[in-house]
């Protein structure tokens, strides 16, 4: 899977191999942008087999985001670097994953939004239900979207 946007691409990741990228990436976003301690950060869950993983690359071959499908159709982990939000990244990571998703057999994806992002979400498809919750210290809500 490649695509490819005004001045970015976005592709599966092997996350054995690109596990460091990984990490910088979630460690700017969450760790140091969003105070999310390291030990919720690293939850286990990224070296499973069934876990796949895409990384976005600026025209130069930096990452500059990154995000995760658990099975089930769990979508999580969606991080793009500050100086690249608002010029598609985070659409073209989404549209990845919603396309990982129909293509391994999941009727339906859920995630949990940090309420700013819910708009994001929103745009994509994707409805709110249930009450706020916190998770890291940030409040969230979960989402979901028929596939």
Not at 23 to 49: K, N, S, T, Y
Not at 68 to 85: E, Y
Not at 132 to 146: C, Q, S, V, Y
């Amino acid at each position: 899977m490649s695509s490819h946007a005004a001045g970015f691409t976005v592709q599966e990741a092997d996350f054995a191999r690109l596990a460091g990228e990984i990490r910088l990436l979630r460690h700017e976003v969450f760790v140091i942008g969003q105070a999310v301690p390291e030990e919720e950060e690293w939850d286990g869950l990224d070296e499973l087999p069934s876990t796949r993983h895409l990384v976005a690359r600026d025209s130069g071959g930096a990452p500059i985001g990154t995000a995760r499908l658990l099975p089930g159709g769990k979508i999580g982990r969606m991080a793009v670097l500050g100086a690249h939000r608002g010029k598609g990244v985070g659409s073209a990571l989404m549209e990845a994953l919603l396309e990982m998703a129909r293509a391994q057999g999941e009727g339906r994806c859920e995630l949990g939004a940090q309420l700013h992002a819910i708009p994001f979400y929103e745009r994509h498809g994707f409805g709110a239900e249930g009450g706020i919750f916190l998770d890291a210290g940030i409040e969230h809500r979960l989402m979901t979207r028929k596939l």
